[in-house]
């Protein structure tokens, strides 16, 4: 079984600062894209940035130039730094990530997905 484990989430303030991680954990063969999505209050989930196992990210523009991604293979584990806050930021954080595990005969790939860590950013 694959565990995503999440953390770094809180309260935070307008214009302020916070890093979010992810570790996948677990019978692991390999890790491919990773990712943040986020689901505002009322809102529908949506991605807000993704990195591949080769460190190529791509980000929502909602975000651009304000959070980055990154990644340490070795650890199964992303971060999301995120910088100048705003309360439209206010959401539920979830990790995502495409794994590829093994039964020692045949490989199977699927996505998992974080319980959550929830970041409100007071205005």
């Known amino acids: 079984q694959v565990q995503l484990v999440e953390s770094g989430g809180g309260l935070v303030q307008a214009g302020g600062s916070l890093r979010l991680s992810c570790t996948a954990k677990?019978?692991?063969?390999?890790?491919?894209?990773m990712g943040w999505y986020r689901q505002p209050p009322g809102k529908q989930r949506e991605l807000v940035a993704a990195?591949?196992?080769?460190?190529?990210?791509n980000y929502s523009d909602l975000v651009k130039g304000r959070f980055t991604i990154s990644r340490d293979n070795a650890k199964n584990t992303i971060y999301l730094q995120m910088n100048s806050l705003e309360s439209e930021d206010t959401a539920v954080y979830y990790c995502?990530?495409?794994?590829?595990?093994?039964?020692?005969?045949?490989?199977?790939?699927?996505?998992?997905w974080g319980q959550g860590t929830q970041v409100t950013v007071s205005s």
């Open positions: 995502k990530a495409d794994v590829a595990t093994s039964n020692g005969i045949m490989i199977s790939r699927r996505d998992y």
């Open positions: 677990g019978s692991i063969f390999r890790v491919n894209v």
């Open positions: 990195i591949t196992s080769g460190s190529n990210a």
